[in-house]
């Protein structure tokens, strides 16, 4: 079976420019998370989409983030303009359900913004 | 006060020894609980779930204690390859939110 899908892999941009990250879930997993996890912490969630609605984005910088699940499948995530603070790793990850059960995490995109 | 407090370590410990990491948290409402392993540079993977009856899984063993809010990991016979960062789990309703995790060192 094939795992969660990201790329890309590593970005470096400067700052106050744009970056999207992709990801492709599992197949047949109807959520689907974002995390941003900063050196020396733990993932914290950014967004989490139940098919191609949105349940929770409490912790996302809506000023600068947005992310998008149109048909129930891949996911983009962008950052516009982006800040020094920015970098991290971006992981994507899903389950087949939201509630309880585990999450399968791709790769994540490293992201260094200078 | 963080919801999800984890002793970050690291615990450096030799081959063979056991060990046992905590993690408490705050709000009683928190209803599911997995202990997560990542790996240097790598992604988080699920190692086990934690139940109230404490569940153990070869080596590990997983604790949940709800009246003083706090689960336990507990590893015997460490190997070189349990060296890894241990995020603790918490879910309560649809939010998931991870500890920061606590770093093991197994030596030779």
Same mark, same amino acid.
């Given at each position: 079976?094939?795992?969660?899908?990201?790329?890309?892999?590593?970005?470096?941009?400067e700052?106050?420019?744009?970056?999207?990250?992709?990801?492709?879930?599992?197949?047949?997993?109807? /959520?689907?998370?974002?995390?941003?996890?900063i050196?020396?912490?733990g993932?914290?969630?950014?967004? !989490?989409?139940?098919n191609?609605?949105?349940?929770?984005?409490? !912790?996302?910088?809506?000023?600068?983030? %947005?992310?998008?699940?149109?048909?129930?499948?891949?996911?983009?995530?962008?950052? !516009?303009?982006?800040?020094?603070?920015? %970098?991290?790793?971006?992981?994507?990850? %899903? %389950?087949?359900?939201? /509630?309880?059960? /585990? !999450?399968?995490?791709?790769?994540?995109?490293?992201?260094?913004?200078? | 006060? +963080?919801?999800?407090? *984890?002793?970050?370590g690291?615990?450096?410990?030799?081959?063979?020894?056991?060990?046992a990491?905590?993690?408490?948290?705050?709000?009683?409402?928190?209803q599911s609980?997995?202990?997560? @392993? *990542?790996?240097? =540079?790598?992604?988080?993977?699920?190692?086990?779930?934690?139940y109230s009856?404490?569940?153990?899984?070869?080596?590990?063993?997983? *604790?949940?204690? @709800?009246a003083s *809010?706090? $689960?336990?990991?507990? $590893? =015997?016979?460490? +190997?070189?390859?349990?060296? &890894?960062?241990?995020l603790?789990?918490?879910? =309560?309703?649809?939010?998931? $939110?991870?500890? &920061?995790?606590?770093?093991?060192?197994?030596?030779?």
């Amino acid at each position: 079976e094939a795992g969660v899908a990201q790329s890309p892999r590593y970005k470096i941009i400067e700052k106050r420019q744009s970056v999207a990250f992709w990801c492709n879930p599992i197949s047949g997993h109807a /959520t689907l998370y974002w995390y941003q996890q900063i050196l020396g912490q733990g993932p914290k969630l950014l967004i !989490q989409f139940q098919n191609n609605g949105v349940v929770d984005d409490s !912790q996302l910088p809506k000023d600068r983030f %947005s992310a998008e699940r149109l048909k129930g499948v891949d996911s983009t995530l962008k950052i !516009q303009p982006a800040k020094l603070e920015d %970098s991290a790793v971006y992981l994507c990850a %899903s %389950s087949l359900e939201g /509630t309880g059960e /585990t !999450q399968y995490f791709g790769p994540g995109t490293r992201l260094l913004v200078l | 006060r +963080k919801e999800v407090e *984890q002793d970050p370590g690291p615990f450096n410990v030799p081959e063979g020894a056991t060990v046992a990491f905590n993690c408490t948290y705050s709000n009683s409402a928190s209803q599911s609980f997995f202990w997560y @392993r *990542q790996d240097c =540079r790598k992604e988080p993977k699920l190692l086990m779930s934690v139940y109230s009856s404490g569940n153990e899984d070869g080596r590990f063993t997983a *604790q949940l204690n @709800r009246a003083s *809010q706090y $689960i336990s990991l507990l $590893i =015997r016979d460490s +190997k070189l390859s349990d060296s &890894a960062t241990y995020l603790c789990v918490l879910k =309560r309703g649809f939010k998931t $939110i991870f500890g &920061a995790g606590t770093r093991l060192f197994v030596k030779a």
